[in-house]
């Protein structure tokens, strides 16, 4: 089985970053945003399901119904119930797909799991070590508001819905910060470095 690194961090704080570098070196990552937003496009289920729960937040054009992700988006960020009823939703298909992408690439020595709820879902609890993006306060409000659609409003209620990085600190012991606000070089060498520290400390364990 492969090493599982886990990369997580508050929104804005740059894990698609440190994501992009791993898939550069030719780790295997499982982008759960983008698997969300397949789900979303695709899983006629979860569309229909929204669309009897949230009307508002689906169009039917052509006899085909699809979601509105900005509507759907404010829903859920500005009500906790209408949170949980979206991830029952989603995240049991969500975990069964990062099995199948583990299990597909048995043979890779490392792979990534690029998730944003990565300890929200408990999923920490199975990577072997965990990148956690980090940057000031100011750089990840840049990043942010930059993003289509995206308000100071809804900015405050994503992050409020997210465990903050010094809570997710707290919750393991094998967390290395990649602090992105220093540019990408400096966040690609501590990347190699603790991938090498890792390499080297199970040669150590082998000899």
């Known amino acids: 089985m492969p090493k599982i690194i886990g990369i997580t961090g508050s929104i804005g704080m740059g894990k698609s970053t440190i994501a992009s570098m791993l898939s550069q070196i030719k780790i295997p990552v499982f982008d759960s945003d983008k698997e969300v937003a397949r789900i979303l496009k695709e899983n006629s289920t979860v569309i229909n399901?929204?669309?009897?729960?949230?009307?508002?937040?689906?169009?039917?054009?052509?006899?085909?119904i699809s979601i509105n992700k900005k509507i759907l988006g404010d829903?859920?960020?500005?009500?906790?119930?209408?949170?949980?009823?979206?991830?029952?939703?989603?995240?049991?298909?969500?975990?069964?797909?990062?099995?199948?992408?583990?299990?597909?690439?048995?043979?890779?020595?490392?792979?990534?799991?690029?998730?944003?709820?990565?300890?929200?879902?408990?999923?920490?609890?199975?990577?072997?070590?965990?990148?956690?993006?980090?940057?000031?306060?100011?750089?990840q409000r840049t990043r942010v508001l930059s993003r289509q659609h995206m308000t100071n409003a809804k900015f405050e209620l994503i992050k409020k819905n997210q465990l903050s990085n010094k809570e997710?600190?707290?919750?393991?012991?094998?967390?290395?910060?990649?602090?992105?606000?220093?540019?990408?070089?400096?966040?690609?060498?501590?990347?190699?470095?603790?991938?090498?520290?890792?390499?080297?400390?199970?040669?150590?364990?082998?000899?």
């Not at 060498?189 to 390499?199: H, N, P, R, S």
Request: glycine letters at 2%.
């Open 49 to 64: 399901d929204i669309g009897l729960k949230w009307p508002e937040a689906v169009k039917k054009e052509n006899n085909v």
């Open 75 to 139: 829903i859920v960020f500005s009500n906790v119930k209408d949170k949980v009823f979206l991830e029952k939703l989603i995240h049991p298909i969500i975990n069964k797909k990062r099995k199948l992408f583990i299990k597909k690439h048995t043979n890779f020595f490392f792979v990534a799991l690029d998730m944003p709820l990565l300890f929200e879902t408990n999923t920490h609890k199975i990577c072997h070590f965990i990148f956690l993006a980090n940057t000031i306060d100011r750089v």
């Open 168 to 207: 997710r600190l707290k919750l393991s012991s094998k967390i290395f910060v990649v602090n992105t606000n220093y540019g990408k070089l400096v966040s690609f060498i501590i990347i190699l470095t603790c991938l090498f520290k890792i390499l080297l400390k199970k040669e150590g364990q082998e000899t």
